[in-house]
């Protein structure tokens, strides 16, 4: 049986993927953990990079959303695609890396009851001011949505099979470590968190945390949806 399914979405990467795929050849050495690698709709060369590494590695999976529509809507294609008991995702980008995963793993193996853990990193290394905007989201969602949520989008993310076959509409865009998290607190699973360092990209740009511009519209989004969550809070009330 497949023991963990890291899932990494992969949206016109090809400069990290080399980087990426080598540093998984190092540390996947366990016959029961997989990784998959989503195609999020590229239009550079990941395709064919993809599709040459899930030849030459027996631990990589390989699927492709053929239209980019969105950061959580690629997540969302691997987790279908996985067949591990515990499901993971992180960034391509290798600001962090994926061998955090692994010592993710570990907790859920060390655990008593594995199916009520909730595992997720803890950044530390990143600049001052986003660790300032992070905090003021963690705040707010907090406050908003009545639960703990700190770090929101730090990586990796991991969770049960079984929670996360509980999962209805989840979000396709970058509220999806939002989405995961807060119905982590809903179902009252024990969140653990551990400490992930967070660098520089290898290469290229993020696609969404390029400028303030770029902030304010991503904490717009991000506020619509959690006043959304609210609200579906309050109608099951």
Not at 16 to 23: A, D, F, T, V
Not at 73 to 99: K, N, S, Y
Request: contains cysteine; neutral net charge; hydrophobic residues 45%.
């Amino acid at each position: 049986m497949t023991a963990l399914s890291l899932v990494i979405p992969c949206y016109n990467e090809a400069a990290n993927l080399p980087l990426l795929i080598g540093r998984l050849s190092e540390i996947m050495t366990r016959d029961d953990v997989e990784v998959v690698l989503v195609d999020n709709g590229s239009s550079d060369a990941s395709a064919a990079i993809l599709t040459e590494a899930s030849r030459a590695h027996d631990f990589l999976a390989t699927t492709r959303v053929e239209v980019n529509q969105g950061y959580g809507h690629g997540i969302l294609a691997g987790l279908a695609a996985a067949r591990g008991a515990v499901l993971a995702w992180t960034h391509a980008d290798m600001q962090t890396d994926p061998e955090d995963a692994l010592r993710g793993l570990a907790l859920f193996e060390a655990a008593a009851e594995p199916a009520r853990l909730f595992v997720k990193g803890r950044r530390y290394g990143r600049p001052l001011g986003d660790v300032a905007f992070t905090v003021g989201m963690a705040g707010f969602e907090t406050l908003l949505l009545g639960r703990p949520l700190w770090d929101i989008n730090a990586q990796p993310t991991m969770f049960p099979r079984a929670f996360y076959e509980t999962w209805r509409a989840p979000p396709g865009d970058f509220s999806l470590d939002l989405y995961a998290y807060y119905q982590a607190r809903l179902a009252g699973l024990e969140v653990t968190r551990f400490p992930v360092r967070f660098g520089e990209r290898a290469h290229g740009t993020s696609h969404w945390n390029v400028d303030w511009k770029a902030k304010v519209r991503f904490i717009r989004r991000t506020m619509g949806y959690s006043l959304e969550l609210r609200r579906r809070l309050r109608e099951v009330a």
